[in-house]
């Protein structure tokens, strides 16, 4: 993990975890030309081998691999494997952005404190899978993203950034979604980009510093 013998001037080695299309893990393959943001995705996994993601970023010359549930014969054997996989990559950082499973404590503490997710609430309003859908429903008049270390409960971990994100009238379940997404795009790679220059990452209650 970070700190590692890595030296404070080498790219801050990131592995994605995905499910689905990738498009929040395309932000950190994608930053704006010119720049310079002190990290690199060595790899993406997803728990599905027909997620869009993956050939999302093999398009972009960046290693995937897939583990699946499937191919195990307990959960707890499935979050191994795919922490063998993950680890393989020699990460300073692992990025949960739209993985669709739950990791269990001994995955968590493998790569704990630098393993973090994204979410489409400001947390600890609407957790799961369900966020967007949920905050229509309660009918409020502000959500957005956050970014959280992720810990062994269901989006329950420290929280590292967070952005606000206005609900419209005619908002639906889709274009609130697309909003949010678009915030939580630029949320992480800002703060992957500040854990790459800082090189630090700590937790104190439920307080998370990165200097």
Known sequence: MAGDAQSAYAPLRVVV??????????ALLEPPAGSDHGFTVVAVGSDRPEAAGLERARSAGVDTFVVEPGGHRTRAEWNRALAD???????????????????????????????????????PAFPGATAVAD??????????????????????????????????P?????????????????????????????????ISGRRVHLT
Do not use: C
């Not at 609130?176 to 795009?185: D, M, Q, W």
């Open 85 to 123: 996989a993950v680890a393989e990559h020699r990460p300073d950082l692992v990025v949960s952005a739209g993985f669709m499973r739950i990791l269990d404590a001994e995955f968590v503490a493998r790569f704990a404190p630098w393993l973090i997710n994204t979410h489409p609430a400001l947390l």
């Open 135 to 168: 905050a229509l429903a309660y009918g409020v008049r502000v959500t957005g993203a956050t970014v959280h270390v992720v810990d062994d409960g269901i989006d329950s971990g420290p929280i590292i950034a967070q952005r606000a994100v206005e609900v419209y």
């Open 170 to 202: 005619t908002d639906d379940q889709a274009t609130l979604h697309e909003r949010i997404k678009s915030v939580e795009r630029q949320m992480l790679v800002t703060v992957v980009s500040r854990l790459a220059e800082t090189r630090t990452l700590r």
């Open 17 to 26: 975890l995905l499910s689905g299309g990738g498009s929040t893990m395309a």
